[in-house]
């Protein structure tokens, strides 16, 4: 009888320690947005950026400009939230947004400053398939922003 008691303690330490190490590996939630820092892209734009609390960037506020083959534009704004169905994936001080749809394709990538300030590209493609023509896509250059200093 004594066996079993010291298997089932040594089972239960063990499960202790397995759920200990994966709590601490699960990626926190963000934050909720406590700050706001303001910037620009090279299409003239504004960028607002959220951070929380520990100045960690959970929103943005922006537009894109892509341009089409035959000198057309499509503008799109973009404003995603993380943990609003879109993932901000972060590695470091390295930041990755990505949101699609239907037809459009809108990406960041950005180094974020040890005080929230967030630099780097985003980019846009629209492919659109009219009825009477060949598709084609509408992309925007590599737009370079920043927000905060």
Do not use: H
């Amino acid at each position: 009888m004594g066996v079993v008691w010291i298997r089932i303690s040594v089972l239960a330490a063990i499960f202790a320690v397995v759920a200990a190490v994966s709590l601490t590996r699960l990626e926190q939630a963000p934050g909720k947005p406590v700050a706001t820092k303001y910037g620009a892209t090279s299409q003239g734009r504004a960028f607002a950026l959220k951070l929380d609390a520990d100045k960690t960037p959970v929103a943005f506020d922006t537009a894109l400009s892509a341009l089409c083959p035959m000198g057309r534009t499509i503008s799109m704004p973009w404003s995603p939230v993380a943990g609003d169905g879109v993932r901000f994936n972060r590695d470091g001080d390295r930041l990755k947004v990505a949101e699609w749809g239907d037809g459009w394709r809108l990406e960041l990538d950005g180094r974020v400053s040890d005080g929230g300030a967030l630099r780097g590209t985003m980019s846009l493609v629209v492919n659109v398939r009219p009825k009477t023509r060949a598709p084609f896509d509408c992309r925007s250059p590599k737009v370079r922003f920043s927000a905060g200093r």
